[in-house]
């Protein structure tokens, strides 16, 4: 079962903007963090944001913030990233992926890999590009 399904991905203009979300089933949507990452080729997965399990705390890496907003429907248990003044920089797989921790136990990891997080998505392509 495919408990985190990403879309909303494709190729975009800097300065563009595109919403990716994130439907989710097979869990209680109200008791999990739901975290987007990112993976440029070649390079280590990337934090982007979380939202904590009510929706009411959100956080943000310092390359996003102010671009980026996370929210949550829980009519739709779906997840979105809404990005803005998109950069060529925010090229990547985003990946969107669940679990009970809340992200002060592995932000401070050196590496984030999938193993940390219960469920995992297949991943969207981001492209900004002129």
């Known amino acids: 079962e495919d408990h985190l399904v990403e879309s909303g991905g494709g190729l975009v203009q800097p300065g563009g903007s595109l919403r990716l979300s994130c439907k989710t089933s097979g869990f209680t949507f109200n008791r999990y963090y739901i975290t987007w990452l990112r993976q440029e080729p070649g390079k280590a997965l990337a934090w982007v944001s979380s939202?904590?399990?009510?929706?009411?705390?959100?956080f943000y890496a310092d390359s996003v913030k102010g671009r980026f907003t996370i929210s949550k429907d829980y009519g739709d248990n779906t997840v979105y990233l809404q990005m803005t003044n998109l950069k060529p920089e925010d090229t990547a797989v985003y990946y969107c992926a669940a679990d009970r921790k809340s992200p002060a136990a592995w932000l401070h990891e050196a590496i984030i890999t999938p193993s940390i997080f219960t469920y995992w998505g297949q991943g969207t392509q981001v492209t900004v590009s002129a």
């Open positions: 939202i904590n399990p009510h929706g009411d705390s959100t």
